[in-house]
């Protein structure tokens, strides 16, 4: 057994939540990973996971070990990094973290052309809409959503992250087009399900619109509450009703003519995004290169930030419908 491999592959399995999800990312079987972990707890002489058909659970031994193998797999790249300094060619595995639908729709296309230019570095991507601590969970580099925490993290201003409402033509033809935010309490407004306890749960129903009048929050109500903004898409391509979803993941229909943006001289909610990395592997050839890459794809081109900016409104990193 590779010590090494059935360590970062088990931090694999908690990170993602589930053997499958950890086979994907480690490009091996869901049985090859069962294999790993089998292995690991063999040599280890106890237990990590208590695993059903539906759902794993750390045991406490297995809390303890997973917080365990960060340290000794963080260990081991920032030896590793000791040598990239020394080169001036990007080099080496970069990890980065991004939230799930930016992540999708815009970074994951944006990365061939990076990995192009840099042939030697190794990207290790995790779209995930929590936001993971950078330096305990050994990540080189972060997009965030909304408004940042006070930190002694480098934050590079993005463009702000903007949402679109729209609905199919066939629903329009059959309901009939909304012209002010009143309207829309005549018409089946499909919702992004918020997480119990979410700062954001009211906006649910409660959608903000920002026009000549002033800001206009309106209830709306709809068949369906959803906590995923990729299925408030596809309802809203079959015509179940209008959606708030963020611009990116309704660019090409809008293009194509398969959704219709509703009410464009009003602005929608946004949320600011920015680009997080610990000042000291900025040093890296390969993260510098990628805060380069990043910067000119989707910066603000302002200064950067030490710290968190003023208050903003809050939106929670998550996969939303005023929705991210």
């Given at each position: 057994m590779d010590l090494f491999?059935?360590?970062?592959?088990?931090?694999?399995?908690?990170?993602?939540?589930?053997?499958?999800?950890a086979a994907q990312q480690c490009e091996m079987s869901t049985t090859m990973v069962g294999n790993h972990l089998k292995a690991l707890e063999q040599r280890l002489g106890v237990r990590l996971l208590n695993r059903t058909t539906r759902r794993q659970r750390l045991t406490e031994f297995g809390t303890a070990y997973y917080q365990r193998c960060l340290e000794?797999?963080?260990?081991?790249?920032?030896?590793?990094r000791l040598a990239e300094q020394t080169h001036d060619e990007p080099s080496g595995t970069l990890r980065i973290t991004a939230p799930l639908t930016f992540g999708?729709?815009?970074?994951?296309?944006?990365?061939?052309?990076f990995s192009l230019h840099n042939p030697r570095v190794k990207l290790d991507v995790v779209l995930t809409n929590r936001r993971p601590d950078l330096l305990d969970n050994g990540f080189d580099v972060a997009f965030r959503l909304g408004a940042l925490e006070p930190s002694n993290l480098i934050a590079r201003p993005l463009i702000d992250y903007t949402l679109t409402m729209c609905a199919s033509r066939e629903y329009l033809a059959r309901r009939g087009t909304p012209e002010k935010p009143e309207d829309?309490?005549?018409h089946d407004c499909l919702a992004f399900a918020y997480p119990a306890g979410d700062d954001w749960q009211s906006v649910a129903r409660q959608w903000r619109l920002h026009?000549?009048?002033?800001e206009v929050e309106v209830a709306v109500s709809g068949p369906m509450l959803i906590n995923s903004s990729a299925g408030l898409h596809q309802a809203a391509r079959t015509g179940m009703?209008?959606?708030?979803?963020?611009d990116a993941?309704?660019?090409?229909?809008?293009?194509?003519?398969?959704?219709?943006?509703?009410?464009?001289?009003?602005?929608?909610?946004s949320r600011p995004m920015h680009l997080v990395y610990a000042q000291d592997?900025?040093?890296?050839?390969?993260?510098?290169?990628?805060?380069?890459?990043?910067?000119?794809?989707?910066?603000?081109?302002s200064p950067p930030l030490t710290s968190s900016p003023s208050p903003a409104p809050v939106f929670p990193d998550s996969d939303p419908g005023t929705a991210a």
């Open positions: 491999q059935a360590m970062s592959v088990y931090v694999r399995v908690v990170e993602a939540g589930s053997m499958t999800a000794v797999l963080g260990l081991v790249a920032d030896s590793e999708t729709e815009r970074l994951a296309p944006a990365l061939s052309e829309l309490q005549q026009g000549p009048e002033g009703g209008i959606v708030m979803v963020p993941l309704v660019e090409q229909d809008l293009r194509e003519g398969k959704l219709v943006a509703l009410m464009p001289s009003y602005q929608l909610p592997r900025h040093r890296l050839p390969k993260l510098r290169r990628f805060v380069d890459f990043a910067v000119k794809m989707w910066g603000k081109h």
